[in-house]
């Protein structure tokens, strides 16, 4: 994720140059926002965690030395995204259960079961539900590689885990997404 | 948590984290396997469905995106400015209006934001409450924009509390 386009910006930001900052947050917006709103679930909460993260990475540029700048935005939303549960429990789950728990949530809910619901909607509907239905550190690694193509090394390192972990957590995400979606699998 | 083999390779490989040695055991592997050369294309198109099914994705609303804007325009100015000032506001939601308004100033100002109803710092502008030179600064003001932002007395300013 070694991008020279993102080191040109940010040293024309440093430069003092604003509207370097405007084309990164344009160049990022979509993966950065698509996973921040996946994880939360609620489009206010995504909007406040997505400036919260470009705020924080404003105030931290000047010291930035990494060369992997999406990984590093990534690691800031990630941390904010576990301090919005921290502070939100009953909303949003970062555990790393069965799905029992959730499916269960989601038809007290909508008061109808997401079997249901599941089979109500066409592929692509059917696929974000399945996928807002893995438990959220799958869920994580699933749209880190998806959304923004990072490298499990950094994904790893963002979670905190080994590299290891974070292998089997994409890997229990796709076979529970492959029974979930068993017929649209077979599209694939 | 475990993982098989072949799995860890294929993950690896759609990653480009995959070392030669290992990319010639995965291709040994797939030659043998015919189930894992149909996991291996379900990976290939599998992100391309998942971005055609969030193309809907929303994009942050105008206002979040201007406030990016705003904040990364006044720490860009911060680069050359001699003063920092701290208002009192009245609530943090001020804040960046209060900050939109002395861009328009054109001012070589940082504006640092403080709100005496939510712990400090607030969100627009980080805190840095060294060497202030308030008394400069705010000659440096128009009066009326201090009316806008309805900034109470000095005695409000940090370090005149007594």
């Known amino acids: 994720m070694v991008n020279s386009t993102d080191s040109e910006a940010i040293e024309r930001y440093r430069q003092g140059d604003a509207e370097a900052l405007s084309e990164l947050v344009e160049c990022y917006r979509r993966p950065l926002f698509g996973f921040i709103l996946r994880m939360t679930r609620k489009n206010e909460d995504a909007e406040d965690i997505f400036q919260e993260v470009w705020l924080k990475a404003i105030?931290?540029?000047?010291?930035y030395r990494d060369n992997r700048f999406l990984s590093w935005l990534f690691r800031i939303a990630h941390n904010l995204v576990i301090d919005r549960v921290r502070r939100r429990k009953p909303e949003v789950y970062m555990d790393d259960e069965d799905t029992t728990e959730r499916l269960a949530y989601h038809a007290s809910q909508e008061n109808h079961s997401?079997?249901?619901?599941l089979q109500e909607q066409d592929m692509h509907g059917r696929i974000r539900t399945a996928v807002g239905l893995l438990p959220a550190n799958q869920r994580e690694v699933f749209l880190m590689r998806m959304e923004a193509d990072l490298p499990f090394k950094d994904i790893a390192r963002i979670q905190k885990t080994s590299i290891n972990t974070a292998l089997a957590r994409m890997s229990y995400a796709l076979d529970k997404l492959r029974k979930t979606l068993a017929e649209d699998y077979a599209q694939l | 948590m475990k993982i098989n083999e072949i799995d860890k390779l294929l993950l690896l490989s759609q990653s480009g984290e995959l070392s030669a040695r290992n990319r010639k055991r995965l291709e040994l592997m797939l030659a043998a396997d015919?189930?894992?050369?149909?996991?291996?294309?379900?990976?290939?198109?599998?992100?391309?469905?998942?971005?055609?099914a969030t193309a809907d994705t929303p994009f942050p609303s105008p206002?979040?995106?201007?406030?990016?804007?705003?904040?990364a325009a006044v720490e860009a100015r911060k680069r050359d400015m001699p003063a920092l000032i701290w208002f009192r506001l009245p609530a943090v939601g001020f804040a960046a209006a209060a900050a939109a308004a002395l861009i328009a100033l054109g001012a070589s100002l940082t504006l640092t934001l403080w709100s005496p109803n939510a712990a400090p710092p607030t969100r627009v502008v980080v805190v840095d409450p060294v060497d202030l030179q308030i008394e400069a600064?705010?000659?440096?003001?128009?009066?009326?924009?201090?009316?806008?932002?309805?900034?109470?007395t000095d005695d409000a300013l940090p370090g005149n509390d007594s």
């Open chain 2, 34 to 52: 015919p189930s894992a050369r149909k996991k291996a294309e379900e990976l290939d198109n599998l992100r391309d469905v998942w971005q055609q």
């Open chain 1, 114 to 117: 997401p079997v249901a619901a």
């Open chain 1, 59 to 63: 105030h931290n540029l000047p010291r």
């Open chain 2, 63 to 71: 206002s979040v995106l201007q406030g990016i804007r705003q904040a």
């Open chain 2, 137 to 152: 600064a705010l000659e440096a003001i128009d009066t009326s924009m201090l009316a806008l932002l309805d900034v109470p």
